[in-house]
């Protein structure tokens, strides 16, 4: 028997639903999602969903944030505003606890895990967004004492 949690192996099982779901969704997700090919937003969203099932396979946050900080690096680069961040990821959270309603109705513990990563997610990008907020007014500290 493996140590690894029932709901993960279910997680994984919503894999192709989710993604299905999202590639049909993409445009209300996000208006930018509406310009990527299938197989770019595919690869977005495994992506998440990899960022996820880690979360929850492993509970391992410094990894996640990890993950999360790449996320926001990435719309940032995309010219998105780092809260923008939170709101795709939470809004692909909802479509993945859709799935999973839909799909294992009974399954408490799948949506209490998968509403706990996406909340943990959602708190990690605003960490994320707070220590770089915070690392910019320390560099800014030194310049404003010459003025």
């Known amino acids: 028997m493996s140590g690894t949690p029932a709901y993960v192996a279910a997680f994984e099982g919503l894999r192709p639903a989710v993604l299905d779901r999202l590639l049909e969704v993409r445009a209300s997700l996000d208006h930018a999602f509406s310009r990527l090919g299938p197989d770019e937003a595919r690869e977005l969203f495994e992506g998440v969903l990899l960022g996820l099932r880690t979360l929850l396979a492993t509970g391992d946050h410094a990894l996640h944030r990890g993950f999360v900080h790449g996320f926001v690096a990435l719309r940032e680069g995309e010219g998105l505003a780092p809260d923008h961040a939170q709101r795709v990821l939470v809004a692909i959270g909802d479509v993945i606890v859709q799935v999973a309603r839909r799909d294992h109705p009974d399954d408490v513990t799948l949506i209490l895990a998968i509403n706990s990563a996406i909340r943990l997610t959602a708190r990690m990008v605003t960490e994320v967004i707070a220590d770089e907020?915070?690392?910019?007014?320390?560099?800014?500290?030194?310049t404003e004492a010459w003025r």
């Open 133 to 142: 907020l915070g690392r910019r007014s320390a560099q800014r500290r030194p």
